[in-house]
Every structure is written in structure tokens, then in C-alpha cells.
T-cell receptor, first 116, second 112 residues
Framework: GDSVTQMEGPVTLSEEAFLTINCTYT??????LFWYVQYPGEGLQLLLK?????DKGSNKGFEATYRKETTSFHLEKGSVQVSDSAVYFCALSGKLTGGGADGLTFGKGTHLIIQP | DGGITQSPKYLFRKEGQNVTLSCEQN?????MYWYRQDPGQGLRLIYY???????QKGDIAEGYSVSREKKESFPLTVTSAQKNPTAFYLCASSAGRTGTQYFGPGTRLTVL
């Protein structure tokens, strides 16, 4: 079945450092790929997405490129801020177990800590 | 404003009691989902519904029940059969096959 693997962390960086959070996936077909962010005690917010190979999703200085040849969707940001501290989830679209309906498969999340 | 609401934000119950968590959306989305999140863990799918009056079990449905009588509402009942119900519960919805899910703020359930 479909699966998403991402570095679990915690990842600790200093403010203004370069960020990369790795995400690789296993899926049949051509899924859409997503990054979600979760701040403490809150729900998940969509950060960015890409729907086909070589697409680049971007938002709030974060970027990720859909690489079909390496089945990856790594999240990057050039200069992180303390306010970026959160948990980041990589996800892909596909068929869910049971009814075969459409849904998302999530990675386990990467806890990012930015120190001033 | 369109969005997903979950209530209450914090919920406390005694062991052995059933409890129902509310999820309402005004995004006109067909599909709705319930996830469970434990500390340091990812999201695990409990139940999902693609249309009104239809729902399917996810990966960890045992001890939970749902209903989908209205498009806007997808309540989750945590029954006394759920062995370890203390967790953070997240509701989400999506516009069918687009894939993007939008999440509510979550309900933190603590069973004493």
C-alpha cells in the first residue's frame, strides 16, 4: 500500500539557518503530494502542495518539488524563524483502506525547533 | 468565514462513559474524516465518509462509531469499548477527489 517516510526529529536549528525536511513516498499511480504544518495544540494547516511531477509548491518561504524519479517531496526554506517551530507532516493522496475511497496517507511528522 | 469547527476543545470523561465529539463544516465538502493523534505520533484514520448516510472504517475503528445524517456534520462517538481513548482528535473535510483536506482545531479528550 501507499506509504510516506519522513525524518522524525526533533530537528533543531538556529534562526536564519537553511531548512530541509526529507520526505519520500511509495505509491501506485500519480498521487498529489502535500505538506501540512501543526502548531502546538492546533489542527493541521495546509502549507503547500504539488499535483504532478516536477511541480513546485511554495508558500510563506517554504518550497517543495515533486520528484517522481526519486519519489521525494523534500521541504526547504532558506532562512527559518522562531515562529516556524511546529510539527510538519508530509502526505500523499490515494486510495484509503476499506472502501477504496480517496484520501490522504500521512507521514509520522517532523518536529522542528528553531532557537533564537 | 468558511471552515471546520470542533467542540469542545477540551473534554474530560470518566472511564466507562461514552462521549460524542462534534465536527461541523460549512465548506460544502462531500468528504469528512476523523483522525486520532497521540503524543509524538502521526495521524491515524478512524472513520471517513464520502457522502451523506455512508461511512467507512479506517485503520483504527474499533471502539468508535460515527453517523453522517447531514452533509455538514460528522460526529464521532468514543465508546466504553475503546481501550485507550485519551488522545487528540482531529476532524477534516475535503471536496471529494481534489485530495486537499482541511482540518478543524481538534478536541483533546482525557478519560479519567
Amino acid at each position: 500500500g501507499d506509504s510516506v517516510t519522513q525524518m522524525e526529529g526533533p530537528v533543531t536549528l538556529s534562526e536564519e539557518a537553511f531548512l530541509t525536511i526529507n520526505c519520500t513516498y511509495t505509491a501506485t499511480g500519480y498521487p498529489s503530494l502535500f505538506w501540512y504544518v501543526q502548531y502546538p495544540g492546533e489542527g493541521l494547516q495546509l502549507l503547500l502542495k504539488a499535483t504532478k511531477a516536477d511541480d513546485k509548491g511554495s508558500n510563506k518561504g517554504f518550497e517543495a518539488t515533486y520528484r517522481k524519479e526519486t519519489t521525494s517531496f523534500h521541504l526547504e526554506k532558506g532562512s527559518v524563524q522562531v515562529s516556524d517551530s511546529a510539527v510538519y507532516f508530509c502526505a500523499l493522496s490515494g486510495k484509503l483502506t476499506g472502501g477504496g475511497a480517496d484520501g490522504l496517507t500521512f507521514g509520522k511528522g517532523t518536529h522542528l525547533i528553531i532557537q533564537p | 468565514d468558511g471552515g471546520i469547527t470542533q467542540s469542545p476543545k477540551y473534554l474530560f470523561r470518566k472511564e466507562g462513559q461514552n462521549v460524542t465529539l462534534s465536527c461541523e463544516q460549512n465548506l460544502n465538502h462531500d468528504a469528512m474524516y476523523w483522525y486520532r493523534q497521540d503524543p509524538g505520533q502521526g495521524l491515524r484514520l478512524i472513520y471517513y465518509s464520502q457522502i451523506v448516510n455512508d461511512f467507512q472504517k479506517g485503520d483504527i475503528a474499533e471502539g468508535y462509531s460515527v453517523s453522517r445524517e447531514k452533509k455538514e456534520s460528522f460526529p464521532l462517538t468514543v465508546t466504553s469499548a475503546q481501550k485507550n481513548p485519551t488522545a487528540f482528535y482531529l476532524c477534516a473535510s475535503s471536496a471529494g477527489r481534489t485530495g486537499t483536506q482541511y482540518f478543524g482545531p481538534g478536541t483533546r479528550l482525557t478519560v479519567l
